[in-house]
């Protein structure tokens, strides 16, 4: 069965601050609803990239749909842009 076991992101400081964050990264279904929820503390001299484990093996996906993810913390923190997207993955 297809599961998502992790989603790394790439950040970058965006304001000068304390010296870490908590974010917490929520996994959306096609129709908004979300599906799963981690959080952690991520510092600001170890933020390039950030990975976020699912529990018990991951999240059960559907293949051909599109899932969405989102990630909240507060103003320490900015997405990293990448001219041409991500390597391994696209918006």
Do not use: H
């Amino acid at each position: 069965m297809p599961r998502l076991t992790s989603v790394e992101v790439e950040l970058v400081v965006s304001k000068p601050g304390p010296p870490d964050e908590d974010l917490t990264l929520s996994l959306l279904n096609p129709e908004g609803e979300v599906l799963a929820v981690i959080s952690k503390t991520v510092l600001a001299d170890d933020c390039g990239q950030v990975r976020f484990v699912f529990p018990n093996g991951g999240t059960q996906l559907s293949p051909g749909l599109v899932y969405s993810i989102q990630l909240k913390g507060g103003n320490l923190f900015g997405w990293k842009y990448v001219v041409g997207g991500y390597k391994n993955g696209e918006a």
